[in-house]
T-cell receptor, first 112, second 115 residues
Framework: LAKTTQPISMDSYEGQEVNITCSHNNIATNDYITWYQQFPSQGPRFIIQGYKTKVTNEVASLFIPADRKSSTLSLPRVSLSDTAVYYCLVGDMRSGYSTLTFGKGTMLLVSP | ETGVTQSPTHLIKTRGQQVTLRCSSQSGHNTVSWYQQALGQGPQFIFQYYREEENGRGNFPPRFSGLQFPNYSSELNVNALELDDSALYLC??????????????FGPGTRLTVT
């Protein structure tokens, strides 16, 4: 499984756009990039998933360059409720045996 | 559609005891995975069940065992509890279909404290 590296923490203010970058130099051809959000004492929640270029949903955007060795989660106009830990994961999401390998994630703190 | 549920919410056990944690998968899902999350760490994969068979296992000793039932609900059993077993135990369910992308849906977790 490809290892990921992301910042331990980030600070932002309400209304700002937040970009969290994840490095995954050893990503394999069949690997997808998935981001999860976790609030204290809750299970992680799926945010977005992509393979290449750009993916956008109602919550976030995911930018993946052509070499796929990194990815950036973009959260537009964050609010206080976006304060959480964000995990970047890389793996083959079509495999019958596919587990999620979590790192320590990025703790995002949004202030008023 | 019912989400993933886990029971109990909290549990306190003594070192050496045994514990059983339960998980009900999201409706329509056929795969369940269990994770252990220590304070300040990301979830660590314990094992996964598909069609009532263990489909993969992380770096956890045999005293961690599980079951998946025909209705796709699941149990995690831990024998001979150790203090380091204190953690949030997360269950995640998913629908595996050949060739299709899938995502895991997590339950709220069970907070286990071993004293």
């Amino acid at each position: 499984l490809a290892k990921t590296t992301q910042p331990i923490s980030m600070d932002s203010y309400e209304g700002q756009e937040v970009n969290i970058t994840c490095s995954h130099n050893n990503i394999a051809t069949n690997d997808y990039i998935t981001w999860y959000q976790q609030f204290p004492s809750q299970g992680p929640r799926f945010i977005i998933q992509g393979y290449k270029t750009k993916v956008t949903n109602e919550v976030a955007s995911l930018f993946i360059p052509a070499d796929r060795k990194s990815s950036t989660l973009s959260l537009p106009r964050v609010s206080l409720s976006d304060t959480a830990v964000y995990y970047c994961l890389v793996g083959d999401m079509r495999s019958g045996y596919s587990t999620l390998t979590f790192g320590k994630g990025t703790m995002l703190l949004v202030s008023p | 559609e019912t989400g993933v549920t886990q029971s109990p919410t909290h549990l306190i056990k003594t070192r050496g005891q045994q514990v059983t944690l339960r998980c009900s998968s999201q409706s329509g899902h056929n795969t369940v995975s269990w994770y252990q999350q220590a304070l300040g760490q990301g979830p660590q994969f314990i094992f996964q069940y598909y069609r009532e068979e263990e489909n993969g296992r992380g770096n956890f000793p045999p005293r961690f065992s599980g079951l998946q039932f025909p209705n796709y609900s699941s149990e995690l059993n831990v024998n001979a509890l150790e203090l380091d077993d204190s953690a949030l135990y997360l269950c995640a369910s998913s629908l595996y279909r050949t060739g299709a992308l899938y995502e895991q849906y997590f339950g709220p977790g069970t907070r286990l404290t071993v004293t």
